[in-house]
């Protein structure tokens, strides 16, 4: 058993997972042109297909070993996904000014127990 069945179990309808651990060069790599396949209104087994051939047209030598790409698997409903980029953007904004909000008060509160 793994982890992707207890996400499919939980509800989860699709799902993106690696068989094994990764390089997080190639990773990144790879995760930024399915990412860019997925803003294409590509499914997403072909975003992920176009994806490895992207990064195995990028990469010579080693790199190209599928120990580095092909670990990763598409599970589930492979439909296309509408991404709305401003609301992504938001998102991300959102995120980031928590973090920010999270590191100022753990500041005062160091700052606090210090004095």
């Given at each position: 058993?793994?982890?992707?069945?207890?996400?499919?179990?939980?509800?989860g309808q699709s799902l993106l997972m690696s068989l094994w651990q990764v390089n997080d060069q190639s990773t990144a790599r790879i995760m930024s042109h399915f990412y860019e396949n997925l803003t294409q209104d590509m499914?997403?087994?072909?975003?992920?297909?176009?994806a490895k051939l992207s990064y195995l047209e990028d990469v010579k030598g080693l790199?190209?070993?599928?120990?580095?790409?092909?670990?990763?698997?598409?599970?589930?409903?492979?439909?296309?996904?509408?991404?709305?980029?401003?609301?992504s953007l938001t998102w991300l904004w959102a995120v980031l000014g928590g973090v920010v909000l999270i590191y100022i008060i753990t500041a005062i509160v160091r700052r606090k127990r210090s004095s």
């Amino acid at each position: 058993m793994s982890l992707a069945r207890s996400f499919m179990y939980a509800g989860g309808q699709s799902l993106l997972m690696s068989l094994w651990q990764v390089n997080d060069q190639s990773t990144a790599r790879i995760m930024s042109h399915f990412y860019e396949n997925l803003t294409q209104d590509m499914p997403k087994d072909k975003a992920l297909q176009q994806a490895k051939l992207s990064y195995l047209e990028d990469v010579k030598g080693l790199g190209a070993h599928p120990g580095f790409w092909a670990a990763f698997i598409q599970l589930g409903n492979p439909e296309s996904i509408e991404i709305d980029q401003k609301r992504s953007l938001t998102w991300l904004w959102a995120v980031l000014g928590g973090v920010v909000l999270i590191y100022i008060i753990t500041a005062i509160v160091r700052r606090k127990r210090s004095s």
